[in-house]
């Protein structure tokens, strides 16, 4: 009986983990992969902004606000600023209002450049200098933005500003009860800490000076100037542009209105108009509007808080005469295709001042000696993609060029001047921004995110009703931010939430560690496609295994 | 309910880990290090909520018993997709040894030790719904009655998976399987048949009783760990979806365990000593052909001449939600 | 200390004395007083750090004894008849494993009809589960037999039954003289098992086999049988040696001039009649075949103890080419013979023996000694037949007085 | 060898008498052995039980068929049990009753074999002892008294061990009593010899 010694339980027992040695990857029809998306938020936001980044960040609490405030300015040298005029179309595109009320980003960016301003953080040192000197003209918000990032990438920027202070329309255009001057002021000196010099009262006449001054011109002089409509008038009639009256009381000369104010238009100037006029003493502020509520540029919370505070709108009007303190208004309607006609019908308005906010046009005085920089519509042809207008080493952003005009899309413009100034200066093509895939809310597993805990969605409700971040003036306190940011999905973009990693049930999975996300062991993995399904965030592809 | 109070962190209790949390508020399946009990190179099915439920069960235990657990595993899927000689997915000691007696197998593993004096190591039974509910009943009848030192879990598909989906006493009403073919004036397994495993353990008044889903891991570690905490028989029933034989996409496993809970159909409860003690409430709730339609045994009641089989089954989950509040109206 | 004890009392004395960390059971007559003797001692102490296990069913029994010999524990259970059969699954199982548990059976017939009585067929259904089958000669060996058991069963990793006829055995008090727990704490080896449960070296234990290795599987445990009989035999030398009696060994020869067992007692000769058998009868044709022996009458006495593993080469030397051979077989393979002259039948294949079977004793029929001679006498005579029924009732059963006449063609 | 037969019925401790004889014929010095009859013992049915003495060692199982001495427990077996089958002529039969022997072989039908027949009201002495029905001590001290397989000591002893205490000491005073009154009887009367 020799030479059989093996245990009597050989074909019974093994050892531990033995089935390492099995390879069940061969068994996959489609393989999971991660992906980063691009989030509805950033892809609405004009500024370009990473706001899952910097939401992010946020969310890790005390420790993060500085790095989350770096991802942030990173793309907008403003936050407390844009934290408080920004309509903030990346609330209106975020995946959350589909599972309950969308990430209150606006509100999170302002604490975070709120805290900023407290804190005294400095913004980044600038790279090593170019020995490149840009002059950007005009000190608005794309301006600004184009001299913040053009002094990143290491030129010696000049901007130089017509008016006796800097920040353009956010200076002389909204209404200090929405954008307190110290915090603007703030915020544009902590640009020219980076060594931006700004020079004020300076208006820049001459393209071929500023060219022969400069190696590169970057235009943002905006659109100031009200446009105009012809309203028959009568000569006591006391008609203003409503920008003037905002630059006026922004310059400390408030203008005497009267008790009974009519603006004319529907967009937020109108309405910044028709607050201010309240604030300054009107009893009576009408907005004459031509066509619907629907329809109304103005940002509804604008529109909301004006009406909070007594102003009046008078939809489907149009003015139609001005005879001293009496407006004759006629009623319109809409055609099937929405637009407002005329209907012949006609009312009488009372009003000491009609303030006239139909649009704005950009001052374009500059280029009477530069033939070759075209002019359509009003504002400086460009480029699409190097913003470069018809005059080598000339580009414009902001208002006085194509598009949006809101602060939010002149820094976008103004970041996209300065990458297109500085591929210029280097003879590079700058490419076109990329179409990023879009993390829409049908990746998402919003079962994940709707667990919050009672008693923190209860102090969530009341920070709301207090703080009320979309809509109050007072800012998120920390606890409240980080809760905020807290809510967002980070649609398309792994956070760690560790499900994928938790949920497979091949153990295929390995956790590579805190910021280094995972790693699919594809030995193993048979692709079964629950990480994809119980993602939260829609962050991982299910994809045809080509073998 | 053996609630986990973790801060809002994103995303809360309901996924597995997250970034933010602290390392005692971690589940154990999101630690780098987690024991993984079931480990990689397991032939189960693409999907299989049983191996999941299996690696997050035993894994909470195996942390709970300070890394000394003895596993006994009935015949079925779980055994049989594991340990193909001479291969063991397998970490902890585990023994298989037939389909009807893993709870007796337990019982003689804490016999055994207790008489060793090593009340330190501790001992788990595991099978499916037909090692339990009725193959093996007696034995787990057995081991409750007497107390017997074991933790017994149940993964319930609801059927003979391992050898072609048959029915079993745990399978659902109008499901198809392979002995219940959806032909006929009441196809599929019929109404009226069947029996609560969760409502025979309690019966049996053993320390603890509790059921649970995939759908919750955080939930389920909880009972993992407070049954631990307990000496005496105790018993843990957990939903596992099946997508071979529930004709489920492998991916929806998780997704309807969830539609289980939401739609009332699967309660998850905490008994001690008989009573029931905690419901975990529904969160969203669904109907039931959110749970019913994405399963292929449940095709034929989503063609003319299913709307009474629904609505009887509307009515088995209106029954849950009274029985056991499932809404929390009732408190 | 020579005593008088009931003979499930003596048993149940030495399991304990062999200290099993687990007892489990299920009752079932005829096995009942033993189990009942060990939860006794485990109450009073005398069974010291062992757990009793009252379990459900005889398949539980012996799970439980797979679970906690698996887990490193001394495992020890008893049963007979429906409950062996009942729990044939797990018998199979254990020995698949590799688990030396060591079981008792009291021998009874196994129904329908349902029957309390002795005889051997539960221990022959499960002759093929791989365990080691010990058949007592009487309550003495049927004591001994535990310790030996214990001792190979765990060298070899195999499990063992104890077989001791039910009643005839179990029930009846004789002179015993029962090994002392210090004496069997020095003859059995503490255990150490194989192969184990243990946290600090995992193992996975009952995989599954597949059409790739189960031949190869079930080649080793075959293997592992043959060795099983050189340790049986070892450990019942070593028994003798340590305890001066005769218990066990592979096969139980006895001498010719006293018919007493006698390991040193001679082969028989081509020339003699010899009588084979299993279990209790053994006594009984002790003193059966003393009157022939006195006449002078060439006949033997030739006892199988160990039925499995089956000592073919043993049983061929001790039998010695006898011309004849009576095979007493307490159980019956329907439509063949005796059950365990089918085995017989194989170990003298190609022989010159003539094999009588004669089956006795079904369902606890007394077996007689005149009717044993009477065989044995027919057998020289040359008048027995190939399988005989030993006694049996010439007319078949009474037939129930109303009901039942006209249903059984 | 000698070999003993016992009747009796379920519950009045049959095989307690028989392995108590078994261990009182070791005592006296014999190789013994006890044999039950195997039942499913209910109460109240008749049950038989063997018993041997030798001075060799035992090795037949078979039942007695031939026994020297009978005894029976209760005397309704007499008419139904059998009692003197295969009693080996001579042999001795000791019943539990209150009627005399003439009565116990009327009842058996067994007015011409030859035996000797001994009666004790081991009953009433085991009502009286014990209070309840356990004959077996007076039934074996009632052998004891008539025969030399087996002593009165050893009988005393062998309940005494069995059942320490009480019950012990009252089965030995019933022993007392059963052997005093055979040995009476006998020394007053005679043995019934046919």
Not at chain 1, 286 to 298: C, G, H, K, L
Not at chain 1, 492 to 507: I, L, Q, R
Not at chain 3, 375 to 391: H, I, N, P, Q, S
């Amino acid at each position: 009986m020799s030479g059989h010694d093996s245990p009597p339980t050989v074909g019974v027992s093994t050892g531990p983990a033995t089935s390492l040695a099995y390879h069940t990857g061969t068994w996959r029809t489609e393989r999971p992969v991660y992906v980063d998306l691009a989030p509805p938020c950033s892809l609405a936001c004009p500024s370009g902004e990473d706001i899952r980044g910097w939401l992010g960040s946020t969310q890790e609490g005390e420790v993060g606000f500085e790095k989350a405030w770096r991802r942030l300015v990173a793309a907008n040298p403003l936050p407390a600023v844009m934290g408080r005029i920004c309509y903030h179309p990346c609330q209106t595109a975020c995946n959350r209002g589909d599972v309950d009320e969308e990430v209150g980003i606006n509100a999170v960016e302002r604490f975070l450049g709120d805290t900023a301003l407290a804190r005294g953080w400095a913004l980044p040192a600038p790279a090593a200098q170019s020995g490149r000197r840009v002059l950007v003209v005009g000190s608005g918000p794309a301006g600004l933005s184009a001299a913040y990032h053009l002094r990143q990438l290491g030129h010696a920027v000049t901007v130089r500003e017509a008016a006796a202070e800097p920040g353009g329309m956010m200076r002389y255009g909204i209404p200090a009860y929405r954008l307190p001057r110290d915090v603007l002021a703030a915020e544009i000196r902590r640009i020219e800490a980076t060594g931006v010099r700004i020079e004020c009262s300076t208006a820049v006449t001459s393209l071929d000076h500023a060219q022969a001054e400069f190696d590169a011109v970057v235009l943002t002089v905006g659109a100031g100037v009200a446009h105009h409509v012809d309203i028959p008038a009568g000569a006591a009639s006391h008609i203003v542009d409503a920008i003037d009256v905002l630059r006026d009381v922004a310059s400390g000369h408030p203008p005497l209105l009267g008790r009974r104010v009519a603006v004319y238009g529907g967009g937020n100037t109108a309405i910044d108009a028709a607050r201010t006029a309240r604030r300054l003493g009107a009893s009576d502020a009408v907005v004459v509007y031509r066509r619907t509520r629907e329809q109304m540029p103005a940002h509804p919370t604008e529109l909301a808080d004006a009406v909070g505070e007594g102003v009046r709108v008078q939809w489907l009007s149009t003015i139609s005469a001005v005879d001293g303190p009496r407006v004759t208004i006629e009623r319109m309607e809409l055609d099937a295709d929405g637009r407002p006609h005329g209907t012949g019908e006609y009312e009488e308005l009372d009003a000491d001042t009609v303030l006239l906010a139909v649009g704005q046009d950009a001052d374009l005085s500059l280029l009477s000696d530069a033939p070759d920089v075209t002019v359509v519509d009003g504002v400086v042809r460009v480029d699409p993609v190097s913003l470069m207008t018809g005059r080598d080493g000339v580009f414009a952003a902001g208002d006085v060029s194509p598009g949006s005009r809101t602060a939010t899309y002149a820094i976008g413009r103004g970041a996209r001047a300065a990458k297109a100034v500085d591929a210029w200066l280097a003879s590079r093509v700058l490419p076109a921004e990329p179409v990023a895939r879009e993390a829409s809310a049908d990746r998402l597993n919003a079962w994940y995110y709707s667990d919050a805990p009672k008693q923190h969605r209860s102090e969530l409700e009341a920070a709301r009703r207090v703080t009320g971040f979309e809509e109050v003036l007072t800012g998120l306190d920390a606890e409240h931010a980080v809760f905020e940011a807290r809510r967002c999905m980070s649609c398309g973009s792994c956070f760690e939430c560790d499900n994928c990693y938790g949920m497979c049930p091949d153990d295929a999975i390995r956790k590579l560690g805190p910021g280094m996300r995972y790693e699919i062991d594809y030995d193993y993995c048979k692709g079964c496609g629950i990480c994809a399904a119980e993602c939260p965030c829609g962050a991982i592809d299910m994809v045809p295994e080509v073998r | 309910m053996t609630t986990v109070h973790i801060p809002f962190l994103q995303t809360g209790t309901l996924a597995v880990g997250g970034r933010l949390l602290t390392e005692e508020e971690r589940s154990v399946q999101s630690h780098a290090d987690r024991p993984s009990s079931l480990t990689k190179g397991h032939r189960a099915c693409q999907g299989c909520a049983e191996a999941l439920a299996a690696r997050w069960v035993m894994d909470t235990a195996v942390e709970a018993a300070g890394g000394k657990l003895i596993v006994a595993n009935a015949t079925g899927c779980l055994e049989v997709f594991s340990t193909l000689y001479p291969e063991s997915a397998w970490k902890p000691p585990w023994i298989h040894s037939l389909f009807a007696n893993a709870a007796a197998v337990a019982t003689g593993i804490a016999a055994s030790l207790h008489a060793q004096g090593r009340d330190d190591v501790r001992v788990l039974a595991q099978g499916g719904d037909g090692g339990t509910v009725d193959i093996g009943l007696a034995a787990v009848s057995g081991m409750f009655e007497r107390n017997d030192d074991v933790l017994y879990v149940c993964y319930d598909n609801q059927g003979y998976m391992n050898t072609g989906v048959q029915r079993s006493s745990a399978t659902p009403a109008t499901a198809r399987t392979a002995t219940t073919p959806a032909v006929g004036r009441h196809p599929g397994q019929a109404f009226g048949q069947g029996k609560s495993m969760v409502k025979i353990a309690m019966a049996h008044e053993i320390p603890y009783v509790a059921s649970a889903t995939p759908a919750d891991l955080r939930d389920l570690e909880a009972k993992v760990r407070t049954a631990m905490s307990i000496r005496g028989a105790r018993y843990l029933h957990v939903l596992v979806p099946c997508p071979l034989g529930w004709g489920s996409a492998s991916s929806a496993s998780i997704a309807l365990a969830r539609a289980a809970v939401q739609s009332g159909i699967f309660p998850v409860i905490e008994a001690r000593a008989g009573e029931l003690t905690d419901v975990q409430r529904i969160r969203e709730r669904v109907d039931v052909s959110a749970y019913l339609e994405p399963q292929a045994r449940f095709a034929h009641l989503f063609t003319p001449g299913g709307e009474d089989a629904l609505d009887r089954w509307r009515a088995l989950a209106e029954a849950n939600i009274r029985r056991y509040d499932l809404l929390g109206g009732a408190s | 200390m020579r005593e008088v004890l009931e003979g499930s009392q003596a048993v149940a004395r030495t399991v304990a004395r062999c200290r099993p960390g687990v007892v489990c059971a299920y009752p079932i007559s005829p096995q009942t007083h033993i189990v009942e003797a060990l939860a006794g001692m485990a109450r009073t102490g005398e069974l010291a750090d062992c757990e009793y296990v009252n379990v459900e069913s005889e398949f539980s029994a012996m799970s439980v004894a797979i679970g906690a010999c698996a887990a490193g524990s001394r495992a020890y259970t008893a049963t007979a008849s429906q409950g062996l059969l009942y729990m044939a699954e797990a018998v199979y199982n254990a020995a698949g494993m590799g688990l030396p548990i060591v079981m008792t059976v009291a021998n009874r017939a196994v129904g329908a009809p349902i029957n309390i009585w002795n005889d051997h067929s539960d221990a022959m259904a499960m002759r093929d589960a791989g365990w080691l089958q010990l058949f007592a000669a009487d309550n003495q060996e049927a004591a001994d037999l535990h310790v030996i058991a214990f001792a190979a069963a765990e060298e070899l990793g195999i499990p063992a039954m104890v077989c001791m006829d039910g009643f005839v055995l179990t029930h009846a008090s004789d002179v015993v003289e029962l090994a002392t727990a210090d004496q069997i704490d020095a003859f059995l080896p503490p255990y150490h098992p194989q192969q184990v449960l243990d946290i600090d070296r995992p193992t996975t234990i009952g995989t599954m086999a597949g059409p790739e290795s189960f031949t190869e599987t079930r080649y080793l445990q075959h293997l592992r049988f043959l060795d099983a009989a050189d340790v049986i035999a070892a450990w019942s030398d070593r028994f003798r040696a340590a305890f001066g009696r005769e218990a066990g060994g592979l096969i139980a020869r006895y001498s010719p001039d006293t018919l007493d067992r006698d390991a040193q007692a001679p082969p028989a000769s081509s020339t003699d009649l010899t009588v084979v058998a299993m279990g209790s009868v053994l006594g009984t044709l002790q003193a059966a075949l003393a009157p022939l022996r006195a006449e002078g009458v060439p006949v033997r006495l030739v006892g199988v103890t160990s039925f499995r593993p089956f000592p073919e080469a043993a049983l061929r030397e001790a039998l010695g080419g006898s011309r004849h051979v009576i095979v007493v077989d307490r159980a019956l393979e329907l439509g063949a013979g005796g059950a365990l002259t089918g085995s017989v039948g194989r170990a003298l294949a190609g022989t010159r023996s003539r094999i009588h079977s004669v089956v006795a004793g079904l369902g606890g029929r007394p077996i007689l000694e005149s009717s044993l001679e009477g065989a044995v006498r027919r057998a020289l005579a040359g008048e027995l037949g190939a399988l005989e029924f030993l006694d049996l009732k010439t007319g078949g059963v009474p037939v129930p007085v109303e009901g039942a006449s006209e249903v059984t063609r | 060898m000698r070999q003993v037969r016992i009747h009796g019925r379920g519950g009045q401790g049959v095989v307690t008498a028989a392995e108590m004889l078994a261990r009182a014929g070791f005592l006296a010095g014999h190789e013994a052995q006890a044999i039950p009859s195997f039942g499913s013992e209910r109460t109240g049915a008749p049950v038989v039980a063997y018993c041997r003495f030798a001075d060799v060692p035992l090795r037949t199982r078979e039942p007695v068929l031939a026994p020297d001495v009978v005894l029976v427990q209760d005397p309704t077996l007499l008419a139904s049990e059998h009692p003197f089958a295969g009693l080996v002529p001579g042999g001795l039969v000791v019943v539990n009753t209150e009627a005399d022997a003439v009565d116990v072989r009327a009842a058996a039908g067994a007015e011409d074999v030859d035996a000797t027949v001994l009666t004790v009201p081991a009953l009433r002495i085991a009502l009286a002892r014990l209070g309840r029905p356990k004959p077996a001590a007076a039934m074996l001290a009632a052998y004891a008294a008539a025969s030399d397989d087996i002593t009165l000591e050893a009988v005393k002893a062998v309940f005494r061990d069995r059942f320490p205490g009480p019950v012990g000491e009252a089965n030995a005073h019933a022993a007392d009593d059963a052997f005093t009154h055979i040995r009476t009887t006998v020394a007053r009367e005679g043995a019934d010899h046919a």
